[in-house]
């Protein structure tokens, strides 16, 4: 007899393109998520027998083709997909008509390039920090960047209790410059030149990995047939299973 496949909660919401896996933990921990009627316990694994819900709407397997969008996202939007909770939502702004979910994120009074799926495998595989993919940002602050500033910037700031990677930053001019990451901690570029007595006044992203910001403020475009290609190439070795970064 063939066993029957189970399969966790998180991980069956993101292959069938409903959200990350992140996400569905956050749903699952708020009680949103059911299986048979019940709500169940993290970790809780399914079989396709069972029906799971999200805030009371079917969850069914998804078998249509992956979305996957390229978006400049303006200044004041809020990268969630909790349409209830923020007004300004990515989700409502671009208003697409597919259910999508941003891959990471981008502060509200930062603006640029974020990428969006349905597509919940590559997203686990893009987050997992290990990874090493590269996201430039243009960033101008309010004083005049010095040698030291720059020098500093690029072997590493204390921050979140470690010391961020080190990463390629290139003046522009008096107050601006160009910085490549190669890690996503929480708000890092702006609590990295706090650090150094600095305050961001502009913040864009203006590429992530081999996709470049190419299209106006407010506006998504879908990655070329060539652009997934490399992002999968880049992808390949990440582990599928998931991991809490």
Known sequence: MKEIQATRINKYLSEVGYCSRRAADKLIDQGRVTINGKIPEMGTKIIPTDEVRVDGELISESK????????NKPVGIVCTT??????????????YPKRIFPIGRLDKPSEGLIFLTNDGDIVNKILRARN????EYIVKVDNIITDDFVHQMSNGIPILDTITRKCKVEKLSKYEFRIILTQGLNRQIRRMTEYLGYNVVKLKRVRIMNI?????????REFTKEELKEINRLVSTSAKTYKDE
């Open 64 to 71: 249509e083709d992956f979305v996957y969008l390229a978006f």
């Open 82 to 95: 909790d349409t209830r909770v923020e007004k300004d939502n990515i989700i409502d702004y671009i208003n």
């Open 132 to 135: 090493h993919h590269e996201k």
């Open 212 to 220: 470049s910001l190419d299209m106006p403020v407010g506006t998504y």
